[in-house]
């Protein structure tokens, strides 16, 4: 295949995961009736501009449906790094009422709600009906469709240009990329800013999350590589942050290349050299992360045979995307995990892709007690464990799997 961004020919594999179903297509029980898509799940590299990117295998519309149950709001933790970024940019940039906020992929209007708050006015673009129609809920407007050029030029010829933009956990899902970020020099204001969150490929791969690798990402970011797409499609970076969230994130800066006027900060050439020096451009950098992902998925199988054979129950926490990546590499059923618990509404009832596990409420984890939960977004453990202490009044124990096989009390 060819680049993504820069169209030069894709050779370099830095993981094959076999075969799964989107991560996000949950299964009601009507639909166990009917076969699954399944689609390899290859990763590649980009050696003339280093983007890491999923083999061309999946439509977008196959993986952002209707039902789309991702919903942003049941993780307190990140609530409340959405409230801190609204406060520390209406702050930075003097946001008010005249002020003009844009979030794309707004989701369920997590991050609006706390600009909306502030008297602020803001729009929301999102595709999906179900999490669209969750932000209408709290007050926010919407406009639901994807956003590229097209609609960025549509939006400018109606006086909805941004004084800032926000895209944070969505730069990482769109199949143009190229198009998806030139949109944003069309929407900002002259002198309007940009912000995009993503996780970080140096944590992806220091920390062996390979389960954080699934159709709906299409690519997988360093600096490096947004520097050049950036670059190419009008927007010009300015700062950067990194943050704890997903796992190790960057909160990236960007204007418009045209007329922004804020200098760039120390962090980001220090950022780019610090990718330079982890090997970013070298291909050996990439060389061991397909054994890395084998261990992991050869630890776990082990720890769950183990338990099945000790007559020990195990139960999963939280029915996420990277859940599903792990059971279905691993090839989990439910012989192995009884069940799946998730504070979602929209996923209890249903099934994970793929593994088939039945997605039901806490009510059940109290009822079933089972020796072992395994928390499948890791990167929410904190969280999670003091959510579910209960657990340990009858001896359960937590367990993560990624990046290495940790058991605890």
Same mark, same amino acid.
């Given at each position: 295949?060819?680049?993504?961004?820069?169209?030069?020919?894709?050779?370099?594999?830095?993981?094959?995961?076999?075969?799964?179903?989107?991560?996000?297509?949950?299964?009601?029980?009507?639909?166990?009736?009917?076969?699954?898509?399944?689609?390899?799940?290859?990763?590649?590299?980009?050696?003339?501009?280093?983007?890491?990117?999923?083999?061309?295998?999946?439509?977008?519309?196959?993986? /952002? !449906?209707?039902? %789309?149950?991702?919903?942003? &709001?049941?993780? @307190?933790?990140?609530?409340?790094?959405?409230?801190?970024? #609204?406060?520390?940019?209406?702050?930075?940039?003097?946001?008010?009422?005249?002020?003009?906020?844009?979030?794309?992929?707004?989701?369920?209007?997590?991050?609006?709600?706390?600009?909306?708050?502030?008297?602020?006015?803001?729009?929301?673009?999102?595709?999906?009906?179900?999490?669209?129609?969750?932000?209408?809920?709290?007050?926010?407007?919407?406009?639901?469709?994807?956003?590229?050029?097209?609609?960025?030029?549509?939006?400018?010829?109606?006086?909805?240009?941004?004084?800032?933009?926000?895209?944070?956990?969505?730069?990482?899902?769109?199949?143009?990329?190229?198009?998806?970020?030139?949109?944003?020099?069309?929407?900002?204001?002259?002198?309007?800013?940009?912000?995009?969150?993503?996780?970080?490929?140096?944590?992806?791969?220091?920390?062996?999350? /390979? !389960?954080?690798? %699934?159709?709906?990402?299409? &690519?997988?970011? @360093?600096?490096?590589?947004?520097?050049?797409?950036?670059? #190419?499609?009008?927007?010009?970076?300015?700062?950067?942050?990194?943050?704890?969230?997903?796992?190790?994130?960057?909160?990236?800066?960007?204007?418009?290349?045209?007329?922004?006027?804020?200098?760039?900060?120390?962090?980001?050439?220090?950022?780019?050299?610090?990718?330079?020096?982890?090997?970013?451009?070298?291909?050996?950098?990439?060389?061991?992360?397909?054994?890395?992902?084998?261990?992991?998925?050869?630890?776990?199988?082990?720890?769950?045979?183990?338990?099945?054979?000790?007559?020990?129950?195990?139960?999963?926490?939280?029915?996420?995307?990277?859940?599903?990546?792990?059971?279905?590499?691993?090839?989990?059923?439910?012989?192995?995990?009884?069940?799946?618990?998730?504070?979602?509404?929209?996923?209890?009832?249903?099934?994970?892709?793929?593994?088939?596990?039945?997605?039901?409420?806490?009510?059940?984890?109290?009822?079933?007690?089972?020796?072992?939960?395994?928390?499948?977004?890791?990167?929410?453990?904190?969280?999670?464990?003091?959510?579910?202490?209960?657990?340990?009044?009858?001896?359960?124990?937590?367990?993560?799997?990624?990046?290495?096989?940790?058991?605890?009390?």
């Amino acid at each position: 295949m060819n680049c993504r961004h820069c169209g030069a020919r894709v050779k370099l594999t830095l993981v094959d995961l076999g075969t799964a179903p989107p991560s996000n297509a949950y299964l009601t029980q009507a639909r166990l009736q009917a076969p699954e898509k399944w689609f390899p799940l290859k990763v590649l590299v980009c050696e003339h501009c280093w983007l890491v990117q999923t083999e061309d295998f999946t439509q977008v519309k196959e993986l /952002f !449906d209707p039902d %789309y149950a991702y919903f942003s &709001s049941f993780s @307190s933790s990140w609530l409340a790094h959405a409230e801190r970024y #609204a406060a520390q940019l209406t702050s930075q940039l003097n946001l008010g009422a005249a002020s003009h906020v844009v979030e794309v992929a707004a989701n369920d209007g997590y991050l609006l709600q706390f600009f909306k708050n502030r008297d602020i006015p803001c729009t929301g673009i999102e595709p999906t009906a179900s999490t669209a129609a969750a932000a209408r809920l709290k007050g926010i407007s919407i406009v639901e469709e994807f956003f590229g050029t097209n609609l960025a030029r549509e939006m400018t010829a109606r006086g909805m240009q941004a004084d800032l933009m926000a895209a944070n956990n969505v730069l990482a899902h769109v199949p143009d990329i190229n198009d998806f970020v030139a949109g944003f020099a069309i929407l900002l204001k002259p002198q309007g800013v940009a912000t995009f969150e993503f996780p970080h490929l140096l944590n992806l791969i220091a920390e062996n999350q /390979f !389960d954080t690798i %699934y159709h709906e990402h299409f &690519s997988y970011l @360093s600096l490096t590589a947004v520097e050049s797409i950036f670059t #190419a499609n009008g927007l010009r970076i300015f700062d950067v942050q990194e943050h704890t969230t997903h796992g190790g994130s960057l909160r990236v800066f960007a204007q418009r290349a045209d007329s922004g006027v804020r200098p760039r900060t120390s962090q980001v050439d220090d950022l780019l050299q610090r990718e330079r020096a982890t090997g970013i451009t070298r291909l050996e950098y990439y060389a061991r992360f397909q054994g890395h992902a084998e261990k992991v998925k050869y630890d776990f199988l082990a720890f769950l045979l183990e338990a099945k054979r000790g007559g020990r129950s195990v139960a999963g926490y939280g029915a996420a995307a990277k859940g599903n990546t792990l059971m279905n590499y691993a090839g989990i059923r439910a012989d192995l995990i009884s069940f799946v618990v998730d504070r979602n509404p929209a996923k209890q009832g249903k099934f994970l892709p793929g593994s088939r596990i039945a997605i039901v409420d806490e009510n059940h984890l109290r009822q079933h007690k089972p020796d072992y939960v395994v928390i499948l977004p890791w990167n929410l453990k904190t969280e999670v464990r003091e959510q579910l202490q209960y657990v340990k009044a009858w001896g359960g124990k937590f367990v993560t799997a990624v990046p290495v096989l940790e058991v605890s009390s």
